[in-house]
């Protein structure tokens, strides 16, 4: 990424030769597996739905639950670092972390998991904000294209890393494995950072003059939470025919309003909304929120289908996903530098906005008998289109901010696109149920006494039920609910089939804005500030 940080550690001077390959090994592996959960547990939301007795669209909220939480936590980790201090503060956030992945991997029921998830991502969010910042105090100024490079890459294996780790585990153990192998990941990632990371000059000791905006951080959570808990429920509860549902909606209305309304006039917000007020700025936050929609919910109904439509198991799904991302992860650094070198990003969004529409069109032709390496040039865009999102994304964004306004403006953007994703797989969940009972109506009325086809092949599964049991009357029974089940099946498939498809159409209904987005070339100074501002937020 563009994330060249101009700093130094508490003495002066940047790590060196074991400390520096340490502090790699432990920032880069915090931010991996902060990533990696995002995603691990999608190849496994059959299993733990059953274990667990949920429904796969109930499930989903182990998924959105760590995700609000890093939306919620992102923004307001510059702050927390400041206020703590940055080591303190990575401290807890691994320590907790460690100790909710080993309470999710517990649990007995759906929502004691989808809390432990929640606090889960409240440790998460703040390892891959601060494991930026550290990492790049690690190296000096002319080598920190290395370290842009080496956290790149871990954000794009994160993801990827997720399915292929978690559908090997469930495949041959129990799914709570997937949470415990973050135990003792973290027990030895704290070790190191009381070890060798060093505190920076100060950090911590300014408490006293920092002002914490409680009330705009109780109104994000009432405000985020309260829509979340709206784009889940409302199809199962008849949107607003439900009194719960109408009540929901109030407070999220009036805690987004109020979020906003407190941001833009206290003195000390915990967000800083003005940078809405640069154009660019607010026109780059729709792309960001559309790219976070279509890559969360691309990953989320991937998975899913292919297990239960094409069979797959958990760890081919994971392949599946794996082998194409490591075919484009080379392209990241490459870009990386591009960006720093100061490279207009619209190029690359326009090429990104593009692959990914593409990406949602060829998804939708996909087939029920499909094999892994046969998804592989499907999935091969999805990946492209993500790297040519991600840092392209952030550059745009900034472009125009005074450099005084750089780390909020990074900040916002990672907060809107964990947001598009949070949302995006609640959409999809009621999109995939809209379409399921149209699909299911649609077809059901093909199975009539009156088509040929379907007496053809009512016969044809009874006749084999018959080879094996002699008795007519069950044979009937159970070629009906063969026919029932294979009705069911492909209602589901065609469903996700229009997910896909949605997804381009997001992608090309903000195509058109492209043209709105204005960027100039940076000058070596403000290159330098941007990179520092992301490297603090992330």
């Given amino acids: 990424m563009e994330n060249i940080v101009n700093k130094t550690t508490s003495t002066g001077a940047t790590a060196a030769g074991t400390a520096r390959f340490v502090i790699v090994l432990t920032t880069v592996t915090a931010s991996i597996m902060e990533l990696l959960d995002t995603t691990?547990?999608?190849?496994?939301?059959?299993?733990?739905?059953?274990?667990?007795?949920?429904?796969?669209?109930?499930?989903?909220?182990?998924?959105?639950?760590?995700?609000?939480?890093?939306?919620?936590?992102?923004p307001m980790t510059g702050f927390l670092a400041d206020y703590f201090g940055r080591k303190n503060y990575y401290l807890a956030s691994?320590?907790?972390?460690?100790?909710?992945?080993?309470?999710?991997?517990?649990?007995?029921?759906?929502?004691?998991?989808?809390?432990?998830?929640?606090?889960?991502?409240?440790?998460?969010?703040?390892?891959?904000?601060?494991?930026?910042?550290?990492?790049?105090?690690?190296?000096?100024?002319?080598?920190?294209?290395?370290?842009?490079?080496?956290?790149?890459?871990?954000?794009?294996?994160?993801?990827?890393?997720?399915?292929?780790?978690?559908?090997?585990?469930?495949?041959?153990?129990?799914?709570?494995?997937?949470?415990?192998?973050?135990?003792?990941?973290?027990?030895?990632?704290?070790?190191?950072?009381?070890?060798?990371?060093p505190k920076k000059e100060g950090e911590g000791t300014q408490k006293s003059k920092i002002t914490i905006d409680y009330l705009g951080i109780l109104l994000l959570i009432v405000g985020v939470g309260s829509l979340q808990?709206?784009?889940?429920?409302?199809?199962?509860?008849?949107?607003?025919?439900?009194?719960?549902?109408?009540?929901?909606?109030?407070?999220?209305?009036?805690?987004?309003?109020?979020?906003?309304?407190?941001?833009?006039?206290?003195e000390h917000p915990v967000v800083n909304l003005r940078v809405f007020g640069?154009?660019?700025?607010?026109?780059?936050?729709?792309?960001?929120?559309?790219?976070?929609?279509?890559?969360?919910?691309?990953?989320?109904?991937?998975?899913?289908?292919?297990?239960?439509?094409?069979?797959?198991?958990?760890?081919?799904?994971?392949?599946?996903?794996?082998?194409?991302?490591?075919?484009?992860?080379?392209?990241?650094?490459?870009?990386?530098?591009?960006?720093?070198?100061?490279?207009?990003?619209?190029?690359?969004?326009?090429?990104?906005?593009?692959?990914?529409?593409?990406?949602?069109?060829?998804?939708?032709?996909?087939?029920?008998?499909?094999?892994?390496?046969?998804?592989?040039?499907?999935?091969?865009?999805?990946?492209?289109?993500?790297?040519?999102?991600?840092l392209p994304l952030i550059n745009a964004s900034v472009a125009g901010l005074k450099p005084n306004e750089f780390g909020a403006g990074i900040s916002l953007t990672n907060m809107i696109r964990q947001l598009g994703g949070a949302f995006g797989i609640a959409l999809a969940n009621n999109y995939v149920t809209l379409q399921y009972a149209q699909h299911r109506s649609d077809l059901v009325a093909n199975y009539t006494p009156t088509n040929p086809l379907f007496i053809e092949k009512l016969n044809a599964i009874k006749m084999g039920f018959m080879a094996r049991s002699g008795d007519a009357l069950q044979a009937t029974t159970q070629a009906y609910r063969q026919l029932e089940l294979l009705l069911d099946r492909q209602s589901y498939f065609l469903a996700y089939l229009d997910t896909f498809r949605i997804i381009s159409i997001f992608f090309l209904c903000v195509l058109p804005l492209v043209v709105l987005l204005r960027t100039k070339k940076k000058s070596p100074e403000e290159i330098a500030e941007a990179a520092k501002a992301a490297a603090e937020s992330h």
Avoid: H
């Fill in 40 to 74: 691990i547990v999608n190849v496994a939301l059959n299993q733990i739905s059953g274990s667990l007795g949920a429904t796969i669209e109930d499930i989903a909220w182990v998924i959105t639950s760590y995700a609000i939480a890093n939306v919620i936590v992102i």
């Fill in 94 to 197: 691994m320590i907790l972390f460690g100790i909710a992945s080993y309470l999710c991997g517990n649990s007995t029921s759906l929502w004691e998991l989808v809390f432990w998830r929640f606090v889960q991502g409240i440790g998460g969010g703040a390892l891959l904000s601060t494991s930026q910042a550290i990492l790049f105090d690690a190296f000096p100024g002319k080598e920190r294209g290395t370290a842009s490079g080496l956290f790149g890459m871990g954000i794009v294996l994160g993801p990827t890393l997720g399915p292929t780790v978690g559908g090997y585990i469930v495949d041959n153990y129990a799914w709570g494995n997937i949470f415990f192998i973050n135990v003792p990941i973290c027990i030895i990632a704290t070790v190191l950072t009381i070890l060798y990371v």
């Fill in 229 to 266: 808990y709206i784009l889940e429920k409302g199809e199962s509860k008849d949107w607003f025919q439900s009194k719960e549902i109408s009540i929901v909606a109030l407070m999220a209305a009036l805690g987004i309003v109020g979020f906003i309304s407190r941001e833009l006039n206290t």
């Fill in 278 to 390: 640069n154009r660019n700025f607010a026109f780059s936050s729709i792309f960001v929120l559309v790219s976070g929609i279509g890559l969360f919910t691309s990953i989320f109904i991937y998975p899913v289908m292919v297990q239960r439509i094409n069979g797959f198991t958990p760890y081919e799904t994971g392949l599946s996903l794996l082998f194409p991302t490591l075919t484009i992860l080379p392209l990241f650094p490459i870009l990386g530098k591009r960006m720093s070198a100061g490279a207009s990003p619209i190029p690359f969004v326009v090429a990104g906005i593009a692959i990914f529409a593409f990406f949602g069109f060829y998804s939708g032709t996909a087939t029920a008998d499909m094999g892994r390496w046969d998804f592989y040039p499907i999935q091969l865009m999805r990946g492209l289109g993500t790297v040519l999102l991600q």
